[in-house]
């Protein structure tokens, strides 16, 4: 069963798809990651503002299918990359890239317009980080990317995702070192 959500165009679509976006990492993140009051007060404050920058106005909707998978890197489940999925087709709007990030046992589920909402049919390239947090006197911040650097742009990666209406389960990615 498709989820239905909003599109948006305009002249402040970028600035909703951006705030959208920011909203997802950062909940993903640090749900993942984030242990203290000022990352879930931030958090807090990325989705306010995320959620003033969209249109008043409804326009079509567009369907999303719920789509989960595993992330393995050299055979071991990974916890806390974050893959972002780029449409083969041109056409497809600048503010539709499903996203997801990975848990402690290398499960994920895509989310394009909220978190975890699926979606839209169609084939991707994908893209995927894993910048493990390292953890000072109090504070935690982004490591270095720990997967090889072609893994990271969607033109190099050589992985893709199909998402059909049918398909909700994923297969692995494996990702070799």
Known sequence: MPHLVPTHSGSRSLFYAAGIAAVRFCLGYCSAHCRTPLASGLTLALLTLASGCGP???????????????VRFGGQAIEGAVLILFPKDKSVPANVRPTGTTELDGSFELGTYSVDDGAPAGEYDVAISWRPLIKGEGTATPGPNRLPEHYGKPETSQLTIKIDEDTSTLPTIELKP
Do not use: M, R
Request: hydrophobic share 35%; charged share 25%.
């Open 56 to 70: 008043s106005g409804a326009e079509p909707w567009k369907k999303v299918y719920p789509a989960a998978g595993k």
